[in-house]
């Protein structure tokens, strides 16, 4: 499975979704020609083997859409409706602020809902309990 996932890995720089089928990668070549793989949320670059080794799964590489689709589509968008193209972003700027909104909104409340740890303990009682005296420190 290893070895399909890194001899299907794409040759084209993109975004992907990766065979476990749960990550995206953000594939580029860097200015020195390097590969680079970056996946949301991990703070490592991958090259196309650890990707494939680390992210393999049964699922085909899937390449998302590029700027240039997202260009052409608000301009389809945008000329089907017969609204400027600048109009259109602003509406959909509108839409993906709103999202967020609600989105931070969720989480605020989540955050505010949950029970305080009850096994917090303060640091001088942890001190204590293991015979440190935190003022010699």
């Known amino acids: 499975m290893i070895a399909r996932s890194t001899?299907?890995?794409p040759t084209e720089p993109g975004v992907y979704?990766?065979?476990?089928g749960n990550c995206y990668v953000d594939f580029f070549l860097a200015s020195d020609g390097t590969e680079r793989w970056l996946v949301p949320g991990?703070?490592?670059?991958?090259t196309r083997d650890t990707v494939a080794i680390a992210r393999h799964g049964e699922h085909p590489w899937e390449r998302m859409y590029t700027l240039g689709h997202a260009a052409a589509e608000i301009r389809r968008r945008a000329t089907a409706d017969g609204t400027p193209v600048l109009v259109?972003?602003?509406e959909l700027a509108?839409?993906?602020a709103t999202e967020d909104a609600a989105e931070d909104e969720e989480i605020a409340r989540i955050a505010r809902e949950r029970p305080a740890d009850s096994a917090e303990v303060a640091r001088s009682d942890l001190?204590?309990?293991f015979g440190i005296d935190l003022d010699e420190l």
């Open 7 to 9: 001899d299907s890995a």
């Open 127 to 129: 001190a204590r309990k």
């Open 88 to 90: 259109l972003i602003d």
């Open 17 to 20: 979704r990766m065979p476990c």
């Open 94 to 96: 509108a839409v993906a």
């Open 42 to 46: 991990d703070e490592r670059s991958y």
